[in-house]
């Protein structure tokens, strides 16, 4: 299909959607969740051929991680989309009513977006997300997903068809490009006659490009370059389970740790014990020199490694004198997503807080909790990283906007 007749779809599915009610999107939603179960057989079907090709192309562990779909991750995306039923319904809110010196009755009421597009990669379960999150919204989506999970895509998307059809729902609320060209993409990117708003989830390479080419609205949801720094008041057995999960619990995500910085009062005990720890995991530490005298099988640190998201069982050591310089560090190497502290210390949790500048902080606890689901929204559309209308795990409220709507009684301006 020509991808301004999939715009114009889109856009007549999005007048249907924007009035639905909510008992009807939530049977939506319900409906699109039972058929991914019945269909399960086929989406692992289409998965496994697009993980055979991605490896056969050479694909890394962590991407391959991403791409393939379990049981279990269908069960998930499952739970996801009912999750997103239970919510409540933000459209139609009245956010505020004020009556003006003129009799004017002034209110600001929450409305959808419209048409929603998605660039993204390798992750097939970005499918059934941003359909669910879209949807309750009221918004259409197109998507436009990598060319290594286009069968996942397809199957997941005709499943969710089925489901709306069932309802009399327009199936176009839901619509997949399968066109995988760079020209066709860069022709989505200027759809801005039918698209309200892109949103790229991916690659740094990705974002990039979208951001650059498109004349489309963007969110910008950013890479995630995460760091722990250990304070010198740390619990440090807390400390190696925090970077442990936040490194291995699963490599190939945003939210995983990339970097760790150490204070020099504590390197010496915790510098071998975080080294054995990770061996576990045949870790690489890449650490700067002062580091590697501690332990001189580390790997040595390169200052691209600052900077580096590796999505790999790589992680890159620092040490530092103060939380003062761990939050100098971190504001410069930092990809703005998300930052912790293991400490002991109130006052140097409270400057970490209030002093890195990324979507979201953490005191004693991993990284890995930066997501829609573990911040109950349910499912999520991606991480924004930017500051303009959303910033951090975009629920619901992120693929909102708003509009005044005026009450009179015959006033005119004079």
């Not at 400057?351 to 005191?363: G, I, M, N």
């Given at each position: 299909?020509?991808?301004?007749?999939?715009?114009?779809?889109?856009?007549?599915?999005?007048?249907?959607?924007g009035?639905?009610?909510?008992?009807?999107?939530?049977?939506g939603?319900?409906?699109?969740?039972?058929?991914?179960?019945?269909?399960?057989?086929?989406?692992?079907k289409?998965?496994?051929?697009?993980?055979?090709?991605?490896?056969?192309?050479?694909?890394?562990?962590?991407?391959?991680?991403?791409?393939?779909?379990?049981?279990?991750?269908?069960?998930?995306?499952?739970?996801?989309?009912?999750?997103v039923?239970g919510?409540?319904?933000?459209?139609?809110?009245?956010?505020?009513m004020?009556?003006?010196?003129?009799?004017?009755?002034?209110?600001?009421?929450?409305?959808?977006?419209?048409?929603?597009?998605?660039?993204?990669?390798?992750r097939?379960n970005?499918?059934?997300?941003?359909?669910?999150?879209?949807f309750?919204?009221?918004?259409?989506?197109?998507l436009?997903?990598?060319?290594?999970?286009?069968?996942?895509?397809?199957?997941i998307?005709?499943?969710i068809?089925?489901?709306?059809?069932?309802?009399?729902?327009?199936?176009?609320?839901?619509?997949?490009l399968?066109?995988?060209s760079?020209?066709?993409?860069?022709?989505?990117?200027?759809l801005?006659?039918?698209?309200?708003?892109?949103?790229?989830?991916?690659?740094?390479?990705?974002?990039?490009?979208?951001?650059?080419?498109?004349?489309?609205?963007?969110?910008?949801?950013?890479?995630g370059?995460?760091?722990?720094?250990?304070?010198?008041?740390?619990?440090?057995?807390?400390?190696?389970?925090?970077?442990?999960?936040?490194?291995?619990q699963?490599?190939?995500?945003?939210?995983?740790?990339?970097?760790?910085?150490?204070?020099?009062?504590?390197?010496?005990?915790?510098?071998?014990?975080?080294?054995?720890?990770l061996?576990?995991?045949?870790?690489?530490?890449?650490?700067?020199?002062?580091?590697?005298?501690?332990?001189?099988?580390?790997?040595?640190?390169?200052?691209?490694?600052?900077?580096?998201?590796?999505?790999?069982?790589?992680?890159?050591?620092?040490?530092?004198?103060?939380?003062?310089?761990?939050?100098?560090?971190?504001?410069?190497?930092?990809?703005?997503?998300?930052?912790?502290?293991?400490?002991?210390?109130?006052?140097?949790a409270?400057?970490?807080?209030?002093?890195?500048?990324?979507?979201?902080?953490?005191?004693?606890?991993?990284t890995?909790?930066t997501?829609?689901?573990?911040?109950?929204?349910?499912?999520?559309?991606?991480?924004?990283?930017?500051k303009?209308?959303?910033?951090?795990?975009?629920?619901?409220?992120?693929?909102?906007s708003?509009?005044?709507?005026?009450?009179?009684n015959?006033?005119?301006r004079?």
């Open positions: 299909m020509e991808l301004k007749e999939m715009g114009k779809r889109a856009k007549e599915a999005s007048y249907f959607l009035s639905m009610e909510t008992d009807l999107k939530n049977q939603l319900l409906a699109a969740a039972e058929e991914i179960l019945k269909h399960r057989e086929d989406i692992l289409a998965n496994e051929a697009d993980v055979i090709l991605a490896k056969e192309k050479g694909m890394s562990p962590a991407l391959v991680d991403r791409l393939q779909l379990t049981d279990k991750r269908i069960d998930d995306i499952v739970e996801g989309i009912r999750q039923a919510l409540e319904d933000p459209i139609g809110e009245v956010l505020s004020k009556r003006r010196p003129n009799g004017l009755l002034i209110g600001q009421k929450r409305v959808p977006m419209g048409v929603i597009g998605m660039i993204y990669e390798a097939p970005v499918t059934a997300d941003a359909f669910a999150l879209c309750k919204t009221g918004n259409a989506v197109i436009r997903g990598g060319s290594d999970a286009a069968q996942s895509n397809q199957a998307v005709t499943a068809r089925s489901g709306l059809s069932s309802l009399n729902i327009p199936e176009d609320a839901v619509q997949l399968e066109d995988s760079r020209e066709t993409a860069r022709e989505f990117m200027r801005k006659d039918y698209l309200d708003l892109l949103i790229p989830r991916g690659g740094a390479g990705l974002i990039r490009t979208v951001v650059e080419n498109s004349t489309v609205p963007v969110i910008e949801t950013g890479t370059n995460c760091h722990v720094y250990v304070d010198e008041t740390a619990d440090l057995s807390m400390a190696l389970d925090i970077i442990f999960n936040a490194k291995t699963r490599i190939g995500v945003c939210n995983a740790c990339e970097s760790t910085l150490v204070h020099r009062k504590v390197a010496e005990t915790f510098l071998p014990m975080m080294k054995k720890r061996d576990e995991k045949q870790v690489e530490i890449r650490a700067d020199e002062d580091s590697r005298k501690i332990v001189p099988e580390f790997t040595p640190a390169t200052e691209e490694d600052w900077g580096t998201e590796y999505l790999d069982y790589i992680l890159s050591c620092k040490l530092v004198d103060s939380v003062d310089e761990a939050i100098a560090h971190i504001n410069r190497y930092s990809t703005g997503h998300s930052e912790a502290i293991v400490t002991s210390s109130y006052e140097n409270q400057k970490f807080l209030d002093r890195v500048d990324s979507a979201a902080v953490y005191v004693n606890a991993s890995r909790f997501d829609g689901f573990e911040f109950g929204f349910g499912a999520e559309i991606g991480i924004s990283t930017q303009l209308h959303a910033r951090g795990p975009m629920g619901l409220l992120a693929l909102t708003t509009k005044y709507i005026i009450y009179g015959g006033q005119i004079k």
